[in-house]
């Protein structure tokens, strides 16, 4: 399934913070860090050397992966016209038929979070409730049951 590429300004800022901080903190130490323990020696049974260079390969494909993930991304704000319907970046509380409670923020896949109650756009249960409004029930199916929720709230967070 291919990922959306809608994201909140906050998760772009996000993203851009990490992709920042690894190529301008991050990659120069562990940069310097093997170059001194280059400088050790024998580089084929010197940890510090063949760990430093493991780190640099996992810095340099998260960056890589960044960069062309920030180009591709769009950041979608909150319209006033999408007011009392679920829709991308909608806060949502929601109540299933036994009474439990759950809110949710349908975000996008490159910043959901289920400790956070962020939940992506493209989940099954993000996507049963689009469009919805409050009162409304959606219903979400998976390979064992299938679970009713109603929609108590709906709010747009504005940060």
Do not use: C
């Not at 998260?62 to 319907?85: A, M, S």
């Amino acid at each position: 399934m291919k990922k959306s590429n809608y994201i909140t300004r906050k998760g772009y800022d996000t993203l851009e913070r990490e992709l920042r901080y690894l190529w301008k903190e991050e990659r120069p130490k562990v940069t310097q860090a093997v170059s001194e323990a280059a400088a050790l020696g024998d580089r084929s049974e010197n940890a510090e050397y063949i760990y430093g260079k493991k780190r640099l390969r996992e810095i340099d494909r998260r960056v890589r992966f960044l960069t062309k993930r920030l180009e591709h991304l769009q950041v979608v704000y909150p319209n006033p016209q999408q007011e009392g319907k679920v829709f991308f970046g909608a806060l949502v509380e929601i109540e299933n038929d036994d009474g439990e409670v759950f809110t949710y923020q349908l975000v996008g896949p490159d910043e959901f979070n289920l400790r956070e109650n962020k939940l992506s756009i493209d989940s099954p249960m993000a996507r049963s409730m689009l469009g919805k409004e409050i009162d409304d029930d959606f219903v979400v199916r998976t390979q064992e049951q299938s679970v009713t929720y109603y929609i108590n709230q709906i709010t747009y967070p504005t940060d």
